[in-house]
């Protein structure tokens, strides 16, 4: 695994950007220079995360999000030499 985040990655399983590998890594993400805990997809490129939006779910009981825009920096919150 390299050693930078990708450009764009999910939490959904159904998304083609979902990578376990790297999210049991541990990937943090600052949103607009503050700490984000409860992002569900970023893109990097496009300056854009998704958030859930409080505890409320959809009708297939998916979390609801709200997308933001912004600069976004992701980073592994587990460096590569100590990871598996």
Same mark, same amino acid.
């Given at each position: 695994?390299?050693? !930078?985040?990708?450009? &764009?990655?999910?939490?959904?399983?159904?998304?083609?950007?979902?990578?376990?590998?790297?999210?049991? &890594? +541990?990937? +943090?993400?600052?949103?607009?220079?503050?700490?984000?805990?409860?992002?569900?997809?970023?893109?990097?490129?496009? +300056?854009?995360?998704?958030?859930? !939006?409080?505890? !409320?779910?959809?009708?297939? +009981?998916?979390?609801?999000?709200?997308?933001?825009?912004? !600069?976004?920096?992701?980073?592994? &919150?587990?460096?590569?030499?100590?990871?598996?």
């Amino acid at each position: 695994m390299s050693d !930078a985040p990708p450009d &764009r990655l999910s939490t959904d399983p159904r998304s083609p950007f979902h990578d376990a590998a790297l999210l049991e &890594r +541990g990937v +943090g993400v600052r949103f607009k220079g503050v700490e984000k805990t409860n992002v569900e997809e970023y893109c990097v490129s496009e +300056g854009w995360v998704r958030l859930a !939006a409080g505890n !409320a779910r959809d009708r297939f +009981g998916n979390p609801m999000t709200v997308k933001l825009k912004g !600069a976004v920096e992701p980073y592994f &919150r587990v460096p590569a030499d100590t990871a598996e």
